[in-house]
T-cell receptor
């Protein structure tokens, strides 16, 4: 059973809209959560990290975490065509955060239509 | 170096052959990770080095896979008796302090086994 689940998409939104990407995870003790962006043919790059319940905002990106529901999401406001990429949710599944590996979801492919 | 460097960028080999993939991490990063990414999937953890030693090799799929980091910098992933199922992009990542929380990925080595 996959430990980090994402809708594979593709998700299409018009330019300027809000894109909402969702992720659930199986390990209730997980403490660290990350969103990576991966352009086609490129390597993943970290765009957001979140450790506490609630919202964390960085520019047009907002990460939301609900540990009780084992749910983490990424909102992209004012979506741009340059945001078109695959978004990977990653979870550090160690209660102390000391695990030396991340578990990645399969990614959600986002297309922002001009 | 300025980023994580991986060579070769592409490798095509025949079933049963031996392959080496090289990773040169960011200068000063003590932690080095190998991941494997198949088409349409998220990266899958293979092995983690802290310094010269393999701190966690639980992700290596079988004994055909082996990795070394003899001087605590450059790492080589070695695959013996390659199989078609080994075809994937092999990603290397490094981080400064050994936590899994801030990974910088290289561009990857795309391995195709015919």
């Amino acid at each position: 059973q996959k430990e980090v689940e994402q809708n594979s998409g593709p998700l299409s939104v018009p330019e300027g809209a809000i894109a909402s990407l969702n992720c659930t995870y199986s390990d209730r003790g997980s403490q660290s959560f990350f969103w990576y962006r991966q352009y086609s043919g490129k390597s993943p790059e970290l765009i957001m990290s979140i450790y506490s319940n609630g919202d964390k905002e960085d520019g047009r990106f907002t990460a939301q975490l609900n540990k009780a529901s084992q749910y983490v999401s990424l909102l992209i406001r004012d979506s741009q065509p340059s945001d078109s990429a695959t978004y990977l949710c990653a979870v550090n599944m160690s209660p102390s955060g000391s695990a030396r590996q991340l578990t990645f979801g399969s990614g959600t492919q986002l297309t922002v239509l001009p | 170096g300025a980023g994580v460097s991986q060579t070769p960028s592409n490798k095509v080999t025949e079933k049963g052959k031996y392959v080496e993939l090289r990773c040169d991490p960011i200068s000063g990063h003590t932690a080095l990770y190998w991941y494997r990414q198949s088409l349409g999937q998220g990266p899958e953890f293979l092995i983690y080095f802290q310094g010269t030693g393999a701190a966690d090799d639980s992700g290596l799929p079988n004994d055909r896979f082996f990795a070394v980091r003899p001087e605590g910098s450059v790492s080589t992933l070695k695959i013996q008796r390659t199989e078609r199922g080994d075809s994937a992009v092999y990603l290397c990542a490094s981080s400064p302090l050994g936590g899994a929380n801030v990974l910088t990925f290289g561009a990857g080595s795309r391995l195709t086994v015919l």
